[in-house]
């Protein structure tokens, strides 16, 4: 990912491009991992995050290391820790880091290391050493367990819902509404057949990319502090902004949790934007029948409800579920 106030960043598009535009429905597990890793290092952070990093500060431990060594710069991430699938298992997405090949490493990581942007200990995983990589992992696994897993309901409940508001001014109002108020970091302008989609970096030079009929995947997230831009030639330009700023500080949301189960929880924030019983699955990293057996207990219980449509099954909150999500995260 490249993040590079000062130089602006230009997404030049097409109209084949902006009937190509995709806004993605989940946080992706490791661009919010990266984010959380790079928000512990900036000298301020907004208030709703203030408590939040605190306490990932404190539990911070050696064997996160390796991880954090990566996350130092505030221009630079590593583009094999953010894989082009961007999902939201974690599972899955560290298999994907997992299996980087050792060229890509060595093109990513050795020159940061030789240029003193990276730490001498970087070293072996440029290289691709077996050891390195199994540290790489569990330093993964363990900041995430601090930094993200207990946050995850309320990061996909914010995202979900944000991305409902998107949808509804793409009913009413079409795309070009919907660029314009995405983000207040990002800058939709058309003229003619032309169409720009830029921000503002804190690094860097004028930069213009060019999808060039690829298209652009937009990745709403919860914790990435401006927007950052990812080019894999061989799919669709990836675009991810920070959602909205909220005015709540991001808790671990356990009183519904306390109620409901952690994961019956987060299958109550997932239903914002009314989503199928696998796309619940996929999202939430549980098997489909997890899923819908969770969504019945919550159907049951008054707070989801679902309809067919075609061949999917889709669920969508009650008035009161969404008083229950809101109180639970409280709003």
């Known amino acids: 990912m490249v993040a590079t106030v000062g130089a602006v960043v230009t997404l030049r ?20 991992l990266g984010a959380a890793g790079q928000r ?26 390796p991880y954090l060594d990566l996350c130092r710069r505030p221009d630079w991430f590593p583009d094999f820790l953010t894989p082009p699938r961007l999902g939201s298992d974690l599972e899955g997405a560290l298999a994907e880091v997992d299996a980087t090949p050792a060229e890509v490493l060595a093109a990513e990581l050795r020159p940061a290391v030789e240029a003193g942007h990276l730490p001498p200990r970087v070293a072996p995983l440029a290289a691709a050493d077996p050891a390195a990589r199994r540290r790489l992992r569990d330093a993964m696994v363990a900041f995430h367990a601090v ?20 949808g509804r001014a793409m009913v009413d109002a079409g795309i070009d509404r919907v660029l314009r108020e995405l983000s207040p970091h990002l800058h939709f302008a058309s003229a003619g057949q032309r169409y720009e989609l830029s921000y503002e970096c804190a690094f860097g030079a004028d930069v213009v990319l060019s999808p060039a009929g690829r298209g652009v995947t937009l990745v709403p997230s919860y914790l990435v502090p401006q927007p950052a831009v990812r080019d894999d030639p061989a799919g669709p330009m990836v675009l991810a902004y920070p959602i909205r700023p909220t005015r709540r500080e991001l808790t671990t949301g356990q009183p519904l949790a306390d109620l409901l189960g952690r994961t019956r929880a987060a299958v109550l924030g997932a239903v914002a934007d009314g989503p199928s019983t696998s796309e619940l699955a996929r999202r939430l990293g549980i098997s489909v029948a997890s899923a819908s057996q969770h969504a019945a207990t919550l159907r049951h219980a008054g707070l989801i409800d679902t309809h067919r449509a075609g061949p999917s099954v889709l669920h969508t909150l009650t008035p009161l579920g969404g008083d229950l999500l809101r109180a639970g995260s409280g709003r």
């Open 147 to 166: 930094a993200v897993a207990p946050y995850w309901t309320e990061i996909v409940a914010a995202v979900h819902a944000d991305r409902a508001v998107r």
């Open 40 to 65: 512990l290092l900036r000298p301020t952070v907004p208030e709703h995050l203030a408590a939040w990093r605190a306490r990932c500060r404190a539990a911070l431990r050696p064997v996160m290391r």
């Open 13 to 32: 598009l097409t109209a084949t491009d902006l009937g190509r535009i995709v806004l993605r429905s989940a946080p992706a597990v490791l661009l919010e």
